[in-house]
């Protein structure tokens, strides 16, 4: 099916042009203005070029938390997708069981973040947390609040907990998306249940993967909210990623010129990541 | 095969509903019995932490504010975004896969990294500490994913379907709104979904271009942390209810999403 070509389209995009010209290219002139200026006051500012980008990327606190960014969010994706995906192929397809699994599947979603923090950090403590208490009444030592390995593991559970539902919600509706007939030629063909997962169902979901990869890559690498609440981004800076590293140089040092040169590197890092991840799952799509 | 799948799915569901049931008993707990010892029921219910709550305007008015601004941000990303995606779907102009991407890359910004200069634009504009510098912060994110979605439910409605109509003497406008929107209600059930969860669960950006008068429920609730410790019940009692308006929203949506769900457009 081919489009019109008309211009005149350009009337109805008019609108999310301008408000996402507002409330995007605005603040990110501001912030590239903030990080080639050294600012005083309001009338006292000096060009430096580049020597905040030298700077930070010099700088030992923002290569330790792109480190433990990137095995986070490694971690994340490599757990989350494929338990989403086992979650969906288990859901029932139709009938009031479905409808009971997608309400609380949907649930996890619907908890702020930092309340997500908050019910884990009761859930895990060992003396008024059920998962906390379980473990260590188990003989497993386990305090997140005093052990980094500890604080990651809660980290990381906390993450599953709340976003694999989204994956899951995905696969579902793209498998629900495809034709009966694919199965019944499945079945005359005595495909086994693997054969017809690898050959029929993930090749159909690729295009809702692709949708659940970036956007899972996307929050987990700007996650803020949930280890702040746990433990504050400890313990010691164990779980402590880019952007509660940058919230305390913007906000909390109030060094903006080198916040500035750090939040355009973190920019360029998403966008790259993200165009690498869209670019190696639609390559072979003949387009 | 159904057996272990039924089995998967309720362990699944185990994990995922036993930390919120936690919460909530807790929430009916008193502090003495919470730090007293571990019990799966409340002994001694009360009600006091969500009393505590309800009788304080301070409380209570940060569910009000929170509810008000993603409100207000779900009605202004679904008025911009339903035209966008409506011509994303059917015309092609000049910029119209740089502008598409483009959009997206803005759900890829990190809140933390618009902070400042969200606290420095809206404050300049006379807009901070209101319902609406918050609803337009959100509206960075929630617009890219909302013209996303609804992009592929409409181009599940046949071309032929508008053809016809502008046949039949229909403008555009009422076109739009008597034949089309009707056509993809599950998609706008599905996208309305999406724009409230991640509004409703946001928390840097809200804490940020607040203070008193539109201060969110999230920033609220730091209040229980005070110099002689943590006040678990009234915790516990305050995130209960900012899981509620979430549980409301999917109740009256769920055939909806359900049904957008099972189209499997998303």
Known sequence: MIKPY?????????????????????????????????????????FVGTEWYREILNDTRLHDSLV??????????????PLGILVALMMPARGPGSVVCLLVLALPLLVPLNVVGTIWQIFGRADIGLFGWALNSLGINYNYA?????????????????????VALLCYSGLRAIPDAYYQAARIDRASNWAVFRFIQLPKLKNVLLIGVLLRFMDSFMIYTEPFVLTGGGPGNSTTFLSQTLTKMAVGQFDIGPAGAFSIIYFLIILLVSWLFYTAMTHNDGK | ??????????????????????????????????????????????????????????????????????????VITLAVALPAAYAF???????????????????????????????????????????????????????????WILEGFMSGVPREIDETAYIDGYSFPRFFARIFIPLIRSGIGVTAFFCFMFSWVELLLARTLTSVDAKPIAAVMTRTVSASGIDWGVLAAAGVLTILPGVLVIWFVRNHVAKGFALGRV
């Open chain 1, 146 to 166: 005093a052990n980094p390995m500890d604080a990651w593991f809660t980290v990381l559970l906390m993450d599953v907990w709340h976003w694999t539902s989204l």
């Open chain 2, 89 to 147: 779907s059917r015309f092609r102009f000049i910029g119209d896969k740089h502008l598409f991407f483009w959009l997206l890359t803005n759900r890829m910004a990190p809140p933390a990294v618009f902070l400042l200069p969200f606290f420095q634009l809206y404050s300049s504009v006379g807009l901070f500490d209101t319902h609406i510098a918050v609803a337009l912060a959100h509206c960075l994110f929630n617009v890219p994913l909302a013209v």
């Open chain 2, 1 to 74: 095969m159904n057996i272990k799948k039924t089995l998967g799915m309720g362990a699944y569901i185990l994990f995922l509903l036993l930390p919120i049931y936690w919460l909530l008993i807790m929430s009916f707990k008193s502090n003495q019995e919470i730090l007293g010892g571990l019990s799966f029921w409340p002994e001694h219910f009360t009600l006091a932490n969500y009393i505590t709550i309800f009788s304080d305007a301070s409380w209570y008015m940060g569910y009000v504010n929170s509810i008000y601004y993603v409100s207000l941000n779900m």
């Open chain 1, 6 to 46: 008309t211009n005149k389209a350009w009337y109805l995009v008019l609108p999310v042009f301008a408000l996402v010209a507002f409330s995007a290219i605005i603040p990110l002139m501001t912030v590239v203005n903030y990080s080639i200026q050294d600012i005083f006051d309001a009338n006292t500012r000096y």
């Open chain 1, 68 to 81: 433990r960014q990137f095995i986070f969010s490694g971690s994340v994706l490599l757990i989350e997708i």
